[in-house]
C-alpha cells in the first residue's frame, strides 16, 4: 500500500465547476505539500501546510491530521487549470530529507 | 531571478555513453535535489545535497553520481547510461530541509532518453 495516496488519479470537468481532489497519507508528518504540473512539465509548489485550512487566489488547501487527509478545492474551475495535481508529504522521523510523493491527480477541465 | 535553471532540456544517448546534467540556482539555497519522473509513477529522489560539498544517496540512486563543489551547483552524472535511465530529470531546491518546512522550488525538467 502507498504511503500517500491520491484519488481520483484522472478528473475531467467543465468549466466553472467546484474541483475536489483529495489525498490521504498514513505517516505521520510535519508538513504536506500540494504541487501543480503542468503539461510541458514544470512544477510548481502551490502550498505547503501542516495544519487548518490556505487559501491562494481560486485554490484552496485543507488538511485534518488527526484523519490524515488532505483536499485541495478549485473554486470556478477554467481550462488553464488542467494539469497534474501533486500532493506530497514530509515524515516526521525522516532524517533524509526524502518527500513521500503520491502519483498525482491528472485535471482535465473542458470550455 | 532565474530560480532553478537545468541544462540541458533534451538529450538522446546512447547505452554505455556518459553525460552530466547540470542544476542552478540563484537562490541561495542550501539544499538541493535531484528527482525523476517517469510515466504513472511519482517523483522518485536520487541523491540530494544538504550544502556545498555534500551528497546523500536517495531512494534511487544506482547508476548516478553527484557533486556539489560549488553552492549554487548540483550536478547529476551518468557514467554509463542505460535504457531504463530513459526518464525525465527533475532538478529542485529549498532553503532548508528536513523538517519539510520549506517550499521546493523545481528547475524545468530535462529529458532523457537512452538508446
Known amino acids: 500500500k502507498n504511503e500517500v495516496e491520491q484519488s481520483p488519479q484522472n478528473l475531467t470537468a467543465q468549466e466553472g465547476e467546484f474541483i475536489t481532489i483529495n489525498c490521504s497519507y498514513s505517516?505521520?508528518?510535519?508538513?504536506l505539500h500540494w504541487l501543480q504540473q503542468h503539461p510541458g512539465g514544470g512544477i510548481v509548489s502551490l502550498f505547503m501546510?501542516?495544519?487548518?485550512?490556505k487559501k491562494h487566489g481560486r485554490l484552496i488547501a485543507t488538511i485534518n491530521i488527526q484523519e490524515k487527509h488532505s483536499s485541495l478545492h478549485i473554486t470556478a474551475s477554467h481550462p488553464r487549470d488542467s494539469a497534474v495535481y501533486i500532493c506530497?508529504?514530509?515524515?516526521?522521523?525522516?532524517?533524509?530529507?526524502?518527500?513521500?510523493w503520491g502519483a498525482g491527480t491528472k485535471l482535465i477541465i473542458k470550455p | 531571478n532565474a530560480g532553478v535553471t537545468q541544462t540541458p532540456k533534451f538529450r538522446v544517448l546512447k547505452t554505455g555513453q556518459s553525460m552530466t546534467l547540470l542544476c542552478a540556482q540563484d537562490m541561495n539555497h542550501e539544499y538541493m535535489y535531484w528527482y525523476r519522473q517517469d510515466p504513472g509513477m511519482g517523483l522518485r529522489l536520487i541523491h540530494y545535497?544538504?550544502?556545498?560539498?555534500?551528497?546523500a544517496k536517495g531512494e534511487v540512486p544506482d547508476g548516478y553520481n553527484v557533486s556539489r563543489l560549488k553552492k549554487q551547483n548540483f550536478l547529476l552524472g551518468l557514467e554509463s547510461a542505460a535504457p531504463s535511465q530513459t526518464s525525465v530529470y527533475f532538478c529542485a531546491s529549498s532553503l532548508e530541509g528536513g523538517s519539510g518546512a520549506n517550499v521546493l522550488t523545481f528547475g524545468a525538467g530535462s529529458r532523457l532518453t537512452v538508446l
Open positions: 506530497a508529504v514530509s515524515p516526521c522521523m525522516d532524517s533524509n530529507y526524502q518527500l513521500i
Open positions: 505517516v505521520g508528518i510535519s508538513a
Open positions: 501546510l501542516s495544519s487548518g485550512k
Open positions: 545535497s544538504v550544502g556545498e560539498g555534500t551528497t
